[in-house]
């Protein structure tokens, strides 16, 4: 399934770098707070990229599609008393978080000639994402949480702030992003990042 998602995403970039005028992307780093039935709460910290197009527009407003996705690591360490023994165990996360977001931009950058300083955007559409998740529940017998792999689907939503730098229109994006999964453990994903647009 990942293989596939990759491949999904090449083929999109390489279909989006043909609308040069209309291409644009952004790179940045952030935190996600994962949360659902029967995982150990986790905050992986994550790599972004997010290319969209804008489909619609004029020079300060613009209707576009992306994919911004990411990847994502932690690393927790839990302290556990049974029986006034403390033991230090660790839990693994690993996520990787592919949405499709239509997304309303205003402001700078909504477009490549937009000349205003500060811009808006919010938007919604749909996030699959695949995770290496710790269990809730501790094995007293290895004296580790249980670990497993999980798909998620579901609705996804992202809202945020431009700050355009420089005279090109490149910018610094504020995100806050959110994933309710419908599926499996019910995982849901809130996400911080910041990214610079180019």
Known sequence: MIKKTIFCCIVLLIGLSSFSQKFMHGAGTGVFINFGTGINKSMPTILTYSP?????????????????????F???YNLNSQNGVTDVSSSTTFILNVPAMFN?????????????????FAGAGFAYQYGSYASKFFN????????????????AANIGMRFAVGKK??????????MGSVI???????????????
């Not at 804008?54 to 020079?59: A, D, F, I, P, T």
């Not at 007293?140 to 609705?155: R, V």
């Open 140 to 155: 007293n017998t290895t004296n580790e949480y249980e670990k497993f792999n999980s798909d998620a689907w579901g609705p």
């Open 169 to 178: 229109q490149k910018n610094i994006e504020g995100r806050v992003s959110y």
């Open 52 to 72: 969209r197009i804008n489909m619609v527009g004029r020079e300060n407003f613009s209707v576009s599609a992306g994919l911004p996705f990411s990847l994502g």
């Open 104 to 120: 309303i931009n205003l402001g700078a950058g909504a477009s490549k000639s937009s000349t205003k300083r500060t811009g808006l």
């Open 74 to 76: 932690s690393s927790d």
């Open 184 to 198: 499996e453990h019910k995982i849901s994903a809130v996400g911080i990042a910041a990214l610079f647009n180019f």
